[in-house]
């Protein structure tokens, strides 16, 4: 699928993002340049995170994932950069133990 977006020239990554988002209906995709840069601050100027007119991106929508156990989840995003646990601790309801390997 391929869609065209205008923007300011004061808009940043996260303008973008969110446009490119509600364009597309998904969310939290992350956004690619031709030369395989990820936009990853959300803060930066189109410019400085060195876009231009008819720059061409890819939108990717990372794959979410749940794992289970009696009584504790985790959620992530394969590609992502985060692990989100809840529950038990006992049961794996805390990852901070574990948190340098994530």
């Known amino acids: ?5 205008a923007l300011p ?3 940043t990554v996260e303008d973008l993002k969110v446009s490119a988002n509600q364009l597309l209906g998904r ?3 992350r956004l690619m340049t031709s030369e395989g840069q990820v936009l ?3 803060a930066a100027s189109l410019r400085d995170a060195g876009l231009k007119d008819e720059d061409i991106l890819t939108a990717v929508a990372p794959q979410v994932n749940v794992a289970a156990t009696e009584k504790a989840f985790a959620l ?3 590609g992502g ?3 989100a646990a809840w529950g038990d601790p006992d049961f794996g309801g805390d990852s901070s133990s574990v948190q340098d390997q994530l």
């Open 1 to 5: 699928r391929s869609e065209k977006l």
């Open 9 to 11: 020239e004061s808009a």
């Open 27 to 29: 969310g939290r995709l």
């Open 40 to 42: 990853t601050d959300p």
């Open 76 to 78: 992530w995003c394969l």
């Open 81 to 83: 950069d985060s692990v």
